[in-house]
């Protein structure tokens, strides 16, 4: 069955340091991958996400992932990280269903 | 657009009793999605429809749960009776399409439910 592991449940960083939040999925043929942000009490908003062409991937705020079929990876970057970033990053795959890694809470300290 | 609007916000209900969730999804979109989140199990999918009918409720944990969707713009989940285990966050989201190319899942805000 597809999986989606997210490595670290807690990433926090400084303003204005790299933000790279980590993905990899468990599945023989790549899915098309995805990057949610959920706000405190809010929905889950989508961020970026990667079907075929380009590997890397540009999305909203200033992020982008790099699709990595060797590696089975989809990392999320950030070159600088803003307060406004803080938040719960959840990564995702689909095959036919999509299916939510655990998801990395993103501190960052001023 | 407005969005996908769920209903209530918040809702507390003591054990037992009966708790319906609605959502109204983004007009035009074919497919309605159920999640609910827990810290300890994360996003769970609970059911899914295909132009109202049902597809897939395989994540639905037991017969207490029950989903409808009697039209293109409005589904429910309903839980009866309800437990202090079944406190979680729900959302619901909808797609146009379920492949990636256009089947992008947008979310509601979510139903935060707290059964005492």
């Known amino acids: 069955a597809q999986s989606v592991t997210q490595l670290g449940s807690h990433v926090s960083v400084s303003e204005g340091a790299l933000v790279l939040l980590r993905c990899n999925y468990s599945s023989s043929v790549p899915p098309y991958l995805f990057w949610y942000v959920q706000y405190p009490n809010q929905g889950l908003q989508l961020l970026l996400k990667?079907?075929?062409?380009?590997?890397l991937v540009k999305g909203i705020n200033g992020f982008e992932a790099e699709f990595k079929k060797s590696e089975t990876s989809f990392h999320l970057t950030k070159p600088s990280a803003h307060m406004s970033d803080a938040a719960e990053y959840f990564c995702a795959a689909q095959g036919g269903k999509l299916i939510f890694g655990q998801g990395t809470e993103l501190s960052v300290k001023p | 657009d407005a969005g996908v609007i769920q209903s209530p916000r918040h809702e507390v209900t003591e054990m037992g009793q009966e708790v319906t969730l609605r959502c109204k999804p983004i007009?035009?979109?074919?497919?309605l999605f159920w999640y609910r989140q827990t810290m300890m199990r994360g996003l769970e999918l609970l059911i899914y429809?295909?132009?109202?009918?049902?597809?897939?409720d395989s994540g639905m944990p037991e017969d207490r749960f029950s989903a409808k969707m009697p039209n293109a713009s409005f589904s429910t989940l309903k839980i009866q009776p309800s437990e202090p285990r079944d406190s979680a966050v729900y959302f619901c989201?909808?797609?146009?399409?379920?492949?990636?190319?256009?089947?992008?899942?947008?979310f509601g805000p979510g139903t935060r439910l707290l059964v005492l």
């Open positions: 990667y079907t075929t062409g380009a590997t």
């Open positions: 989201a909808s797609s146009y399409g379920m492949g990636a190319s256009k089947g992008t899942q947008y």
């Open positions: 429809f295909n132009n109202n009918v049902p597809i897939d």
């Open positions: 007009s035009g979109h074919d497919y």
